[in-house]
């Protein structure tokens, strides 16, 4: 069947407008016919790993000099492998991208036959890969959380277990600095906790972020750190659709907990997210809202380094509900930014991951912006320095069976009044 790519590329802001025919600033849009449904945006797609069983769930950490680790999680042991059958677990699974996305080695990581393991988070600490997993079996009370340490050159290290052996926990997510040390949201499924990794394979218990069950909805936590002023913020959802957030170092939280989205009928409650990522001198915050005319969108808003908020601003509105897979993602100098989001209205025929690239503060929230067809869970890494630019990687979903394939693509901001382009093949 022959692929179809269209790009449209037109100039007149705002960027963010729903439809994207005659008022879409920027919007280029590409259609595959195939079953996967994936599109060819800002570069051309290459496999990353597509192999016999199916793949999902991929993580990306960037290291200095724009090496990438890719890991994503393997179904296996199903009666009839890549027919979408039932499977009796996953392993994790890597590679070692190059800069310009090309694979450099596949990455093996350990692996127990009995159990099966949930990729949570990929990070650099500016020595080494930390890969975090949450490990279960049915024949287990509870799951086994672990950390494996992982060489630049690709190569596995220690694996290491980072939470107390008792309880169901599970990893969330995790940010590191570049000086060896990780911090890692897990959750018992009724508080979320905070627990250092490192300097390196030493573990301390933080606790949790927010006291008394309730607090926070399990499991909505994000984290990120600023080399700029040396902070990790961590960010949660409350069960009324508040955000709040609480800043920490090293050592561990740093100051009280603070209000980061109200709710009344200027700010919407928050049904999903949020992400944040270093921007500035702060951070940026994105998340999901409903509003009272029961309409779904993204919101996002800088925040400062002592908690103060900027405006709240319109990335999409009208997106329906369910998880939106909310992604933000910087470079190390906190300068350039992507925003993501995954768009589940009813009528799409594959899932829709939107991506909008934005470049240079968000000032005045100005880039280009990509819509990306049969992709989910998309990941993405900044380089700092040299031409913008992102490298994004998801699992290409959207037919029967579910994901086939972990795929990647370099996206790049486009020139305001480029050409308008329609290639069959």
């Known amino acids: ?55 999902s769930n991929p993580a990306i950490a960037l290291a200095p000099g724009g090496v990438s ?36 080695r596949r990455v093996t990581f350990p692996d127990e036959p009995k159990l099966s393991d949930h990729l949570a988070a990929v990070t650099f600490d500016g020595r080494r890969f930390v890969v975090l997993v949450t490990r279960r079996a049915s024949t287990l009370t509870h799951a086994q959380l672990a950390a494996t340490f992982v060489r630049r050159d690709g190569t596995p290290g220690t ?15 995790a940010a590191s600095d570049q000086a060896g040390r990780t911090l890692a949201v897990v959750t018992d499924g009724i508080r979320d906790h905070l627990v250092r990794i490192g300097p390196g394979s030493t573990m301390r218990w933080i606790g949790p972020i927010a006291s008394g069950p309730g607090r926070v909805v399990p499991g909505s936590s994000d984290v990120a750190y600023n080399p700029r002023i040396d902070r990790w913020l961590v960010a949660w959802r409350k069960p009324d659709g508040r955000l709040e957030g609480r800043f ?9 907990i603070f209000l980061l989205q109200r709710v009344n ?7 999903g997210g949020p992400s944040i990522a270093a921007r500035g001198q702060g951070f940026l915050l994105a998340f999901q809202y409903h509003n009272r005319f029961d309409v779904y969108g993204v919101h996002a808003f800088a925040v400062g380094l002592h908690g103060s908020i900027g ?16 992604t933000v993602a910087s ?24 991506q909008v690239y934005l470049n240079r503060r968000l ?24 031409p913008p630019r992102a490298l994004a990687v998801y699992a290409a979903c959207g037919f029967p069976g579910g994901c086939d394939g972990i795929y990647g693509r370099i996206l790049r901001p486009r020139p305001p009044d480029g050409p308008v382009r329609k290639t069959t093949g």
């Open 331 to 354: 470079d190390a100098a906190a300068d350039r930014l992507v925003v993501a989001w995954t768009d589940n209205c009813p009528g799409v025929t594959a899932r829709e991951s939107k």
């Open 265 to 271: 009928n200027q700010n919407p409650p928050a049904v």
């Open 69 to 104: 680790l890719v890991a994503w999680e393997t179904l296996v042991g199903g009666p009839t492998p890549g027919a979408g059958a039932p499977a009796m677990g996953s392993r994790i699974e890597g590679a070692l991208l190059r800069p310009d996305g090309a694979t450099a």
């Open 363 to 386: 000032a005045p929230l100005g880039g280009s912006s990509f819509t990306l067809y049969g992709t989910a869970l998309t990941q993405f890494v900044v380089p700092a320095g040299g």
């Open 159 to 173: 694996t290491v277990a980072i939470v107390p052996s008792t309880g169901d926990w599970e990893v969330v997510t």
């Open 1 to 55: 069947m022959g692929i179809v790519d269209v790009e449209h590329a037109t100039a007149g802001p705002p960027i963010f407008r729903r439809t994207l025919v005659a008022f879409t600033a920027l919007i280029f849009v590409l259609l595959a016919a195939s079953l996967r449904g994936r599109a060819s945006a800002g570069g051309d797609e290459f496999p990353v790993a597509n192999d016999t069983y199916p793949q």
């Open 311 to 326: 405006e709240a601003v319109f990335l999409q509105k009208g997106t329906c509900s369910g998880d939106t897979g909310i």
């Open 248 to 256: 920490a170092n090293s050592n561990g939280f740093a100051g009280r």
